[in-house]
């Protein structure tokens, strides 16, 4: 048998001494600073030495005020200029809207109010179909604006129209 193991007490000596070693020299690997491989091994001037241009990032990090020219000329974008909104289309004058011509010919045949929502049911002049129109919709150029019990309202441009419901002795058979 070799000494060092010919007590418990000199083996867990050893073992102690041999932990400690290698605890030792994990602490002092994990406490250098890392080298990567595309890292120059020279020395680095000294930070006073440094110009502050040398650093376009800053230490802040990289931000679309660091790289003004690439901000300015975007690299997936054809023109490579900076995106501008286009300008907004020109509000339509009241003035020039012409009105369309009158819902003539169509028949009130309901009305549906309920809580906020407001129908008409409408029949077509051929008499073949009835339309369900809610407020805001159009027909023929003129909009739903309002509905009311015993008629509605539409609008085209500044003139109003109102198709009210007929009276018994206008009732087609």
């Known amino acids: 048998m070799p000494a060092f193991a010919s007590s418990p007490g000199v083996a867990l000596a050893w073992r102690a001494g041999l932990f400690g070693a290698a605890a030792a020299a994990f602490w002092w690997a994990i406490s250098l ?5 595309y890292q120059s091994t020279a020395a680095a001037p000294p930070a006073e030495a440094a110009p502050a241009a040398a650093d376009p990032a800053g230490s802040q990090g990289a931000g679309s005020d ?12 054809p023109s490579r ?14 003035d020039e809207t ?13 009305v549906v109010i309920s809580g906020d929502r407001r129908s008409a ?3 077509e002049p051929s008499g073949s179909k009835t339309l369900v ?14 509905v009311m ?18 009276r018994p002795a206008e009732r087609k058979g």
């Open 81 to 94: 200029k900076p995106w501008t909104p286009p300008p907004p289309p020109p509000p339509p004058k009241a």
């Open 133 to 146: 129109l809610e407020t805001g919709h159009t027909l023929d150029g003129w909009r739903l604006q309002d």
């Open 121 to 123: 049911l409408i029949k």
């Open 33 to 37: 600073p890392p080298v990567y491989p």
């Open 149 to 166: 019990t015993d008629k509605v309202k539409f609008e085209s441009g500044k003139q109003t129209f109102e198709l009210a419901f007929p």
């Open 66 to 77: 660091s790289y003004p020219d690439i901000a300015a000329h975007p690299l997936f974008y």
């Open 98 to 110: 012409p009105a369309a011509p009158p819902l003539n010919g169509y028949t009130l045949v309901g």
